[in-house]
């Protein structure tokens, strides 16, 4: 899959990388400053659950997955994927992708899904 993506002109970056990244924003933050880090919606934690398809598609970008591969593997349209994925970023408290994969690996057990 990895192959597959940089042949599209995709980068792969390790997820232990990423989250040495995230980890440093973190401990950089001064208080006054806008923090990169989305806080979570505690309060409403409990009131929204993602979809089985939204868990799908976030197990997907887990793998780093682009919008436009996940559409041509669930065979829906492109634009359907950038609206479950921005529904999956309200839902969980998430800035970007990056953050909702790494949110997924700390509090989803994923199943292995489909190729």
Do not use: C, F, Y
């Not at 979570?40 to 089985?52: F, N, T, V, W």
């Not at 921005?86 to 953050?99: D, V």
């Amino acid at each position: 899959m990895s192959l597959e993506l940089v042949m599209r002109g995709e980068s792969i970056l390790p997820m232990s990388l990423v989250r040495s990244m995230l980890s440093e924003m973190t401990l950089d933050a001064k208080p006054d400053q806008d923090s990169p880090i989305a806080e979570p919606l505690l309060s409403d934690a409990g009131m929204h659950k993602l979809s089985p398809r939204e868990v799908e598609i976030l197990g997907r970008l887990m793998r780093g997955e682009p919008n436009k591969v996940i559409a041509k593997r669930l065979d829906v349209t492109e634009a359907t994927i950038k609206v479950h994925v921005k529904a999956i970023l309200r839902k969980i408290g998430a800035a970007n992708r990056t953050q909702a994969a790494l949110w997924a690996t700390e509090h989803l057990a994923m199943k292995s899904s489909k190729p």
